[in-house]
């Protein structure tokens, strides 16, 4: 496939001149390429990923240094060693790496696929349901042609997405949801200089900084086989409650003239999904908000105790990633307009509480244990009183015969996870008498 921005553009962004006989040729002979270029699914990955990549190329994407990877991987190797103390598990780091954007886009994109493809093929769907049925039979092999359109036109504008989010993220685990190989910690130096500056931070503690919540990320979803599935679960119930606006599709597709290539180019597909207002949508969505709002909070958390006295900017560090992660960048907000999703922990703060407040009450052990299953997690209610959840008189010993194998529980194993193992790497003990 020709490598296209989004909009069926020449290469470099800018559409043809319908004045220039060569460029309208090439432009064509691209569009005829993509049409006819076979789909396996409701978004054309291909070219989301090409659009991905020319826009990076376009606004800079520099490479990873000798000295940038070396730094990154001592960064990760500290932060391992300041979280020892501060969580209840080893490390859960099996490759320390440091990418570029575009490999960010490239290790992530078989998670986006999973939690996009779903709400794409509502969309491309809903297309299909423009053409009168009267005229179905007409178009016969051209109706395939709509499909594919639908998922070019997803495909391209998602790319765009993922190429502003790849220029924004910092790490991995950035944005909540484990995208990247499981036990792989990833940071970003470009996007992590860029942020130091903008913090007016030295560049070297704010990339420890993000190192210990990358790092805290890989302990909590590799010594917790369920929670990978759990939160990717969330994202996807609550994906399969979104409708589609049908009538803002058909408003963008009637402002497409054939014969203006240029008309392409305004065709804008934000803002076509909304939640149904149903018991079942709410429900889901709350169930999103609470998984996001308790991975952020206990990062937030431990990372914060492992860095209060060895990090001259923690309380400003932690502070301005608090506000980052709640309030979401631009890029996330027009993905999250896009695709009808918005990965940001609403609730991060009380979340943070509670996870204090188990610590307090129960130490780090028993903080850490409320993540041996989905069902002892904290409700939505508890929120509102930390304190109270967290001085529940529940006996945590009551966890060594708990059927972990029982519907919810441990659905998913981590790769490189051991079998039978109690969440830290050890034996589970035989508890049978």
């Known amino acids: 496939m020709p490598d296209i921005p989004f909009g069926f553009a020449l290469p470099g962004g800018q559409p043809p001149d319908p004045n220039d006989p060569a460029q309208m040729q090439q432009f064509m002979s691209q569009l005829q390429h993509l049409l006819s270029a076979p789909g396996s699914g409701p978004v054309n990955w291909d070219l ?31 932060a391992d060693l300041w979280l020892e103390p501060a969580s209840a598990w080893p490390s859960g780091i099996q490759s320390p790496v ?27 769907g809903a297309m299909g349901d423009l053409v009168p049925p009267e005229a179905r039979d007409q178009l016969g092999p051209m109706q395939s042609m709509v499909a594919t359109l639908g998922g070019a036109l997803f495909g391209g504008q998602l790319g765009q997405a993922l190429g502003s989010l790849a220029a924004e993220v910092l790490s991995a685990g950035d944005i909540g949801l484990p995208l990247g190989p499981a036990g792989t910690a990833a940071l970003i130096p ?79 597909l934000e803002g076509i999904f909304t939640p149904e207002d149903s018991p079942a949508q709410k429900a889901s969505l709350a169930r999103l908000e609470t998984a ?38 631009p890029a996330e907000q027009t993905f999250a307009a896009l695709v009808g999703l918005e990965l940001r922990p609403r609730r991060l703060r009380e979340a943070a509480a509670l996870w204090a407040a188990l610590t307090e009450h129960r130490g780090i052990e028993g903080r850490d244990a409320v993540w041996g299953h989905p069902d002892l997690l904290p409700s939505d209610d ?52």
């Open 98 to 124: 440091a990418w570029n954007r575009n490999e960010w886009i490239f290790k992530t994109l078989d998670v986006w696929r999973k939690l996009c493809d779903p709400v794409a093929s509502r969309m491309v």
């Open 382 to 433: 508890d929120f509102a009183d930390p304190v109270a959840f967290a001085m529940n008189d529940m006996d945590l010993s009551e966890l060594d015969s708990f059927d972990f194998t029982a519907p919810g529980g441990a659905v998913e194993k981590a790769p490189g996870q051991p079998d039978e193992t109690d969440g830290e790497g050890d034996a589970k003990p035989d508890t049978r008498s």
């Open 292 to 329: 996001l709002a308790l991975v952020e909070g206990w990062v937030c958390h431990v990372v914060d105790n492992a860095a209060s006295d060895r990090l001259p900017n923690v309380v400003r560090l932690g502070e301005a990633f608090r506000r980052r992660r709640a309030a979401g960048g």
């Open 48 to 78: 989301a990923r090409q659009v991905a990549a020319s826009q990076l190329a376009a606004a800079g994407d520099p490479a990873v240094s000798p000295y940038e990877r070396n730094a990154v991987e001592e960064a990760l190797r500290l």
């Open 190 to 268: 470009a996007n992590i200089r860029a942020y130091g500056e903008g913090l007016e931070l030295p560049e070297d503690e704010v990339r420890l900084y993000v190192a210990l919540r990358e790092a805290a990320h890989q302990r909590l979803f590799q010594h917790v086989p369920w929670l990978r599935g759990h939160v990717l679960s969330a994202v996807e119930m609550y994906a399969s409650g979104i409708r589609v606006n049908r009538e803002a599709i058909e408003e963008a597709m009637g402002r497409v003239d054939p014969t203006d290539p240029e008309s392409m180019q305004a065709i804008a």
